[in-house]
Nanobody, 120 residues
Framework: QVQLAESGGGLVQPGGSLRLSCAAS????????MAWHRQAPGKQRELVAA???????DYAGSVKGRFTISRDNAKNTVYLQMNSLKPEDTAVYYC??????????????WGQGTQVTVSS
């Protein structure tokens, strides 16, 4: 059973930064791609950033150049560094583990989510 636990969310002013962490139960990076999704009120959940098993990364256009996904294999932890935050980044952020089939990503396991609020 894969368990994922996010942390690091909170309230930040526009232009500020936050780093989200996702601790995985056990060594799963050799099995799964890892990704972050987010869901804002009244909107569909969307893929924000992903780390493919081969090491390449994908980003949503709205966060490219501002967000960075990384991982620490020794700690079984994935991070999402978020810089230059905007009010429209406000959402619940979810860590997940899944599979890629070509360019299509299919999440298999989800964390409980962490709230990020960008407001002055």
């Amino acid at each position: 059973q894969v368990q994922l636990a996010e942390s690091g969310g909170g309230l930040v002013q526009p232009g500020g930064s936050l780093r989200l962490s996702c601790a995985a139960s056990g060594t799963i990076f050799n099995i799964y791609a890892m990704a972050w999704h987010r869901q804002a009120p009244g909107k569909q959940r969307e893929l924000v950033a992903a780390w493919r098993r081969g090491g390449s990364t994908d980003y949503a256009g709205s966060v490219k150049g501002r967000f960075t996904i990384s991982r620490d294999n020794a700690k079984n932890t994935v991070y999402l560094q978020m810089n230059s935050l905007k009010p429209e980044d406000t959402a619940v952020y979810y860590c997940n583990a899944g599979y890629y089939s070509g360019s299509f990503y299919s999440p298999q396991h989800w964390g409980q989510g962490t709230q990020v609020t960008v407001s002055s």
